[in-house]
C-alpha cells in the first residue's frame, strides 16, 4: 500500500472470510493487498546462474581469514587457500562480518520447519494467504510446502534445531492456523541473521578507502537485495553517493563520548592557594575511600614523575595499565581506571568481538579521546590467530577513534589451565607483526633470553609475568625479572600475578618501568579503592627506586649521632 494510507483492518468476521481455518484466537488482522514472496532458495540459485553467465567466479569452500591493511587500504583478503588482492572489496559475509572487521553486527539465530500439505487435506480449507502473528509467521508455497519460522536467538553460533525452538514455532502456527497440527514435518534448519544492534543494515563507506561494507540485514537480506545492489554498485562503480548510504553508515554507531572522569597523572598540578588563606591555615585531610577523593582524583596531590614513560615514541605520564574485564558493571571500571591514573587501557579485542558476557557495550563504555586502547590477543592458542586478532584490533581502534593507534598486547596462550604464554608462538606472531607496522607489547615469561630476541625482532616492550594470570601470587619471579630489566633497552612492563599494592610497590623498586593490573583492582571489595592504591603504590615503587635505597648492611647503624651526647 502507499505509505500515506495505512492497511485495511479486518475484523473478526472478515479475516476469517479472508481466510477460512483461522484459530479462534486470531480476533482480527491486517491486510496487506501488495505484500509478496519468493522462494529464497531458488532465488538465489538464479542469482547464482545468473552472475556466472556475466563471468563471476565463485569459488566455494574456501574460509576468509582476513582483511590486509596498510595506510588506510585493504590491500589483500587472507584466505585458508592464499591472500587474494583486488583494487576494491566488498565485506558481505553477514553474520561472520565482525570476524573480519569490527562492525557492530552479531549473529541471530533463526530455526525453520516446513511441513506438507497431505494428499487428503483438500477438505481441508486451503491456506491462501502470508500469515504473520507473534508466535510464528506461516508462509504458503506453490509445491505444497508450508513455511514455518522463524525465532530470533542471541546464542552466538550454536548450530542446529532445538526442541524448544520448534515446540515455539509449532505452538505458534497451530494457534494460528490450527489444521497444520495435522501436516506431516517435512524438513527442519536453522541460520544465523546478521543483527546490527538497531536491526537495520550497514552499507557503504568503511574506514579503508577501498573497502565498502554491505551487512546486516537482519531478517531482511532477500527484501533489500534489490536496493543494495542499487546503492552499492552506484558507489563502488561510479562514486555515486546516494543519501541513503548516509543513513545506513556504520559511523552512527560511534556514541558520543560520555562525560570525561577527571584522571589522576603523576604531572597533576597541587590546586592553588586561595589569596586569603595563610601559611598558618590548617591543611584539611582527604580520606581516599571518601566519595569525593572516588569522584575527584586530583584532590589526593600525586607527585611528579620528571621522566615519562615513552612507549613507541608515545609519551605516558602514568606507569599502570589497567585491564576492562572481571568489573561488576561499568561504572565501576570507569570509576576504577579513573581514580588509579591509568592512561593505557587494555581490551580483548575477541571478547568485544563476540559480546561476550561483562564486554556488551565495552568499546563504548570508556572516552578513548582520554584513554590510549591497548588491544590484547586474548583467548588466542596460536600464532595465526593472535595475528588475525591483532588486525582486528587496530581496527577497532580506529572505529573507536584513534586511526594511528598501532599498538597491540600479544598475548599466545594455548595452555588452559595455568595460561602461561607460548614463547615460540609469541616469537613468530611478534616477527609476522612488527613487519606489519605494529607496536607490539607481548606478554612472555619471565625468560631474559625470550625477551632479547623479542627486543630484537622490533617489540616496543617486554611484559614478563609476576606470576600466573590472576593469580594474585605477586612477584614469583624477581629474579629473572631483574635480569630482564638489567639489559632490556625498551620498557619492561610487569604483568600479571600482582595481587597488592606492596606488590606493585616492588616490582617499581626493582626498576620496571611499568604495571599492567587487572584482576586485583576488578575482584577486589572496593575496586575504586583498590585502584587507588595500586596508582599511589605505582608512583610510591618510582619515586623509591629513583631515589636509591640504601645499601643492605649485616650490622646496625645507629641513626642518632654517637657524638656530642650528653654523657655523667
Not at 594511528?404 to 598475548?411: A, M, S
Not at 620498557?491 to 597488592?500: E, R, T
Amino acid at each position: 500500500p502507499s505509505p500515506s494510507l495505512p492497511p485495511p483492518y479486518l475484523d473478526t468476521h472478515a479475516v476469517h472470510l479472508a481466510q477460512p481455518g483461522l484459530g479462534d484466537r486470531v480476533t482480527g488482522g491486517w491486510w496487506y493487498a501488495e505484500d509478496g514472496q519468493v522462494d529464497n532458495r531458488a532465488l538465489t540459485l538464479t542469482l547464482r546462474l545468473a552472475a556466472e553467465s556475466l563471468g563471476v567466479e565463485i569459488h566455494e569452500g574456501i574460509e576468509v581469514l582476513g582483511i590486509e591493511q596498510r595506510g588506510g587500504q585493504a590491500v589483500g583478503v587472507q584466505t585458508a587457500g592464499g591472500v587474494w588482492r583486488s583494487q576494491h572489496y566488498i565485506l558481505a559475509t553477514g553474520a561472520w562480518s565482525r570476524g573480519l572487521l569490527p562492525v557492530p553486527v552479531q549473529p541471530r539465530k533463526g530455526q525453520m520447519l516446513s511441513v506438507a500439505v497431505p494428499a487428503g487435506a483438500e477438505a481441508e480449507p486451503l491456506l491462501q494467504q502470508v500469515l504473520y502473528s507473534p508466535g510464528a509467521y506461516i508462509v504458503p508455497r506453490r509445491d505444497g510446502r508450508i513455511v514455518i519460522g522463524a525465532t530470533s536467538e542471541p546464542v552466538g553460533f550454536t548450530p542446529g534445531n532445538t526442541p524448544a525452538g520448534l515446540q515455539e514455532l509449532l505452538q505458534g502456527a497451530i494457534a494460528v492456523y490450527p489444521a497444520l497440527q495435522h501436516f506431516p514435518i517435512q524438513e527442519t534448519w536453522w541460520g544465523f541473521r546478521p543483527a546490527t544492534p538497531d536491526e537495520l543494515p550497514i552499507l557503504g563507506p568503511s574506514p579503508c578507502d577501498n573497502l565498502t561494507l554491505a551487512t546486516g540485514h537482519y531478517r531482511n537480506g532477500i527484501l533489500l537485495t534489490p536496493i543494495t545492489a542499487r546503492l552499492i554498485a552506484a558507489w563502488v562503480c561510479h562514486q555515486q553517493t546516494d543519501p541513503l548510504l548516509e543513513a545506513f553508515s556504520w559511523q552512527r554507531f560511534q556514541s558520543p563520548a560520555p562525560a570525561p572522569v577527571p584522571v589522576p597523572t603523576l604531572a597533576s598540578a597541587q590546586p592553588a592557594v586561595p589569596a586569603a588563606a595563610t601559611m598558618t591555615q590548617a591543611a584539611t585531610p582527604i580520606d581516599p575511600a571518601s566519595d569525593r577523593a572516588k569522584t575527584d582524583p586530583s584532590l589526593l596531590l600525586p607527585m611528579s614523575d620528571p621522566q615519562p614513560l615513552v612507549i613507541a615514541g608515545r609519551e605516558f605520564r602514568s606507569r599502570l595499565m589497567t585491564g576492562t574485564g572481571k568489573y561488576a558493571n561499568f561504572d565501576l571500571m570507569r570509576r576504577s581506571i579513573a581514580i588509579s591514573g591509568s592512561e593505557i587501557v587494555t581490551v580483548a579485542v575477541r571478547r568485544v568481538q563476540t559480546n561476550a558476557p561483562g564486554h556488551e557495550g565495552l568499546g563504548e563504555a570508556l572516552d578513548w579521546t582520554k584513554i590510549w586502547m591497548l588491544p590484547n590477543t586474548a583467548g588466542c592458542k596460536t600464532a595465526e590467530e593472535a595475528v588475525r586478532v591483532a588486525r582486528l584490533g587496530r581496527e577497532m581502534a580506529k572505529l573507536l577513534g584513534q586511526e594511528d593507534n598501532n599498538f597491540v598486547k600479544l598475548e599466545v596462550i594455548p595452555d588452559a589451565k595455568y595460561l602461561l604464554p607460548d614463547p615460540i608462538g609469541t616469537l613468530q606472531a611478534a616477527e609476522q607483526l612488527v613487519k606489519e607496522g605494529f607496536a607490539v607489547l607481548p606478554y612472555i615469561n619471565a625468560d631474559p633470553l625470550l625477551a632479547k630476541r623479542l627486543e630484537e625482532a622490533g617489540c616496543v616492550t617486554v611484559m614478563p609475568l609476576g606470576s600466573p594470570i590472576g593469580s594474585g601470587q605477586g612477584i614469583r619471579n624477581a629474579a629473572n625479572i631483574q635480569i630482564i630489566i638489567e639489559n632490556a633497552q625498551v620498557p619492561v612492563v610487569v604483568d600479571a600475578g600482582i595481587g597488592a599494592p606492596s606488590e606493585a610497590a616492588q616490582a617499581m623498586e626493582m626498576g620496571a618501568d611499568a604495571l599492567l593490573i587487572n584482576t586485583a583492582i576488578a575482584q577486589a571489595q572496593d575496586p575504586v579503592l583498590m585502584g587507588h592504591a595500586m596508582g599511589l603504590a605505582t608512583q610510591a615503587g618510582r619515586m623509591a627506586y629513583l631515589s636509591g635505597r640504601i645499601p643492605v648492611k649485616t650490622y646496625a647503624s645507629a641513626s642518632s649521632p654517637l657524638t656530642g651526647t650528653v654523657t655523667e
